[in-house]
């Protein structure tokens, strides 16, 4: 069975630092990852989806890289800003299946 | 607008009480889901369709129904709820099984 780990669960920044957000997993097999943004009592908003034969993926300030045979991927976001606070989650899909981790919940402070 | 809507999005109800909680989108999915989010364990996947009448078990399938007729509709089912289903429901769909999935705003069901 996937399990997908988030480190660290929670952290705080001031505005303008970089953030660097973990995700791991344990069964390399994947299909692809994907990172998402949760808003509190909101839905998830897709940030972006790395298919398994790509190493990184990149959206603006948002820049996700795939180790998939070290089962690891890692979310950077350059230049936070007080709009970044939010709970990032990473999926990863296996067959049919997607598996989540619990989630690294950012705050940048003013 | 291209969307996945969850209706109610929130819902009180008592031990036994049968209710279904409807889920739709307008693009043309083929793959859709059901997940469950509960604190510090994060989204579990319930149950997922890969197209009309095929539905498959996901995680935590016990206790929960779920029917696929039509391409846009798969209505999440909870024949005798109880306490331990109170949680946050998204519903999810995708183009194909491995592409971007787009999710629901969410449904918060209290069962007592």
């Known amino acids: 069975k996937q399990e997908v780990t988030q480190i660290p669960a929670a952290l705080s920044v001031p505005e303008g630092e970089n953030l660097v957000l973990n995700c791991s997993f344990t069964?390399?097999?994947?299909?692809?990852l994907q990172w998402f943004r949760q808003d509190p009592g909101k839905g998830l908003t897709s940030l972006l989806l790395i298919q398994s034969s790509q190493r990184e993926q990149t959206s603006g300030r948002l820049n996700a890289s795939l180790d998939k045979s070290s089962g690891r991927s890692t979310l950077y976001i350059a230049a936070s800003q007080p709009g970044d606070s939010a709970t990032y989650l990473c999926a990863v899909r296996n067959d049919y299946k997607l598996s989540f981790g619990a989630g690294t919940t950012v705050t940048v402070r003013a | 607008e291209a969307q996945v809507t969850q209706n109610p999005r929130y819902l009180i109800t008592v031990t036994g009480k049968k209710l279904t909680v409807t889920c739709s989108q307008n693009m043309n999915h083929e793959y859709m889901s059901w997940y469950r989010q509960d604190p510090g364990l994060g989204l579990r996947q319930i149950y997922y369709s890969m197209n009309v009448e095929v539905t498959d078990k996901g995680d935590v399938p016990e206790g929960y129904k779920v029917s696929r007729k039509e391409k846009r509709n798969f209505p999440l089912i909870l024949e005798s709820p109880s306490p331990n289903q109170t949680s946050l429901y998204f519903c999810?769909?995708?183009?194909?099984?491995?592409?971007?999935?787009?999710f629901g705003p969410g449904t918060r069901l209290t069962v007592t």
């Open positions: 999810a769909s995708s183009l194909r099984p491995y592409t971007e999935q787009y």
């Open positions: 069964d390399s097999a994947i299909y692809n």
